[in-house]
C-alpha cells in the first residue's frame, strides 16, 4: 500500500506548499485534499474548523498517509494543537500531523533587522493570534503588527487579484498594515493563498521591506523533520506520484489548481464526514 504525505488545504492555497514540496522531495509520494466544498475556514468558528479539519485527517490516514501537513493556516491557527494533542494520541502514536505557523515563526527572526514585521493573513488567523504567540516563544523581542485581508482569498480564486480593483483591495490592506507600524522591514504572507499576489505586494512595499511566503520555509522544514525522523521516513513510499482529492468537483477543482501549479492535473471528487 501507498503511504504518501498528506497535504491539506481548505481550497487551492496548499498547493502553493505541495509546488514547494515536491521540488523538494521530488521521489516522494504526496496526496492532497481540498475540501473546496466547505472553504472557505477563515471566518469559521474555532470548533468548525477543529471538526472539518479532523475529518479531513481521518481520510488522509484512511488513505495510507502517515504524515499530514496541514498546508492552511487556519487548521493549523485553529485545529493543530487539539489535533496533536487530544486525537493523535487515540490512534497509532507513530503517525504525525504538523502544520505550516512554527516552521515559518523558527526562522522570521534571522530574517528582520528592524525586529519589527507584519503579518497578512485571513481573518481566522489574525483572531487566533497563533502567528504573534508562536514567534513570541523564539523570539520575544520582536514587534508584531497584523491585518486580516478577508477580499484576498476569492479575489486569487477567481483570479481577479491582476485587475484594477482586485489591486486597490491588495493595496489598501497592505497601506493600512503599514500604517500600524512605519519601521516594519519584513511582511509575512500568513495564507498559502498570498503567494500568488506576492509581486504585487512587493510593487506596493518597495525594495527595501522583504516580504515572505511560506512554501520554501514548510519545504525545508519538512527535509530537516524526515531526517530527523528515519523511521517515519523510511515508511513513506517514494515512486514520484502525486493523488489529487477535492470536496468540490472534480472539474472545477482541476481548472482552478492547474492555475496556481501552472500544469493539468485530474482529481477525484471525495466526500468527508
Known amino acids: 500500500m501507498k503511504k504518501p504525505i498528506g497535504v491539506f488545504d481548505s481550497g487551492y492555497g496548499g498547493l502553493t506548499v505541495l509546488a514547494d514540496l515536491q521540488k523538494k522531495l521530488p521521489k516522494n509520494d504526496?496526496?492532497?485534499?481540498?475540501?473546496?466544498?466547505?472553504?472557505?475556514?477563515?471566518?469559521r468558528s474555532f470548533d468548525v474548523v477543529y471538526e472539518f479539519t479532523l475529518q479531513a485527517v481521518q481520510f488522509l490516514f484512511s488513505q495510507g498517509c502517515e504524515l499530514i501537513i496541514l498546508a492552511c493556516n487556519t487548521a493549523s491557527a485553529k485545529a493543530l494543537r487539539n489535533i496533536q494533542q487530544k486525537y493523535l494520541p487515540t490512534i497509532e502514536e507513530h503517525k504525525r500531523v504538523l502544520g505550516v505557523i512554527r516552521p515559518t515563526s523558527e526562522i522570521i527572526g534571522s530574517i528582520t533587522e528592524s525586529r519589527h514585521i507584519g503579518i497578512l493573513a485571513t481573518e481566522g488567523t489574525i483572531k487566533s493570534d497563533s502567528y504573534r504567540l508562536e514567534i513570541a516563544k523564539f523570539f520575544p523581542d520582536i514587534e508584531i503588527s497584523q491585518k486580516s485581508c478577508p477580499m484576498w482569498v476569492p479575489l486569487i480564486e477567481n483570479q481577479a487579484y491582476n485587475?484594477?480593483?482586485?489591486?486597490?483591495?491588495?493595496?489598501?490592506?497592505?497601506?493600512?498594515?503599514?500604517?500600524?507600524?512605519?519601521?516594519?522591514?519584513?511582511?509575512?504572507?500568513?495564507c498559502t493563498h498570498y503567494p500568488i499576489v506576492a509581486e504585487i505586494v512587493k510593487e506596493i512595499v518597495g525594495e527595501d521591506i522583504q516580504v515572505i511566503t511560506q512554501g520554501e520555509i514548510i519545504a525545508n522544514s519538512l527535509v530537516d523533520y524526515l531526517h530527523r525522523h528515519e523511521k517515519l521516513a523510511k515508511k513513506c513510499t517514494k515512486n514520484g506520484e502525486t493523488t489529487y482529492y477535492t470536496t468540490e468537483t472534480a472539474f472545477d477543482f482541476d481548472k482552478k489548481a492547474s492555475s496556481f501549479l501552472n500544469k493539468s492535473i485530474q482529481s477525484t471528487h471525495v466526500i468527508i464526514s
Open 163 to 190: 485587475q484594477i480593483g482586485g489591486k486597490w483591495f491588495i493595496e489598501q490592506d497592505v497601506m493600512k498594515l503599514m500604517a500600524k507600524d512605519p519601521a516594519i522591514d519584513t511582511i509575512l504572507l500568513g
Open 30 to 43: 504526496f496526496l492532497y485534499l481540498g475540501d473546496n466544498a466547505r472553504a472557505p475556514y477563515g471566518s
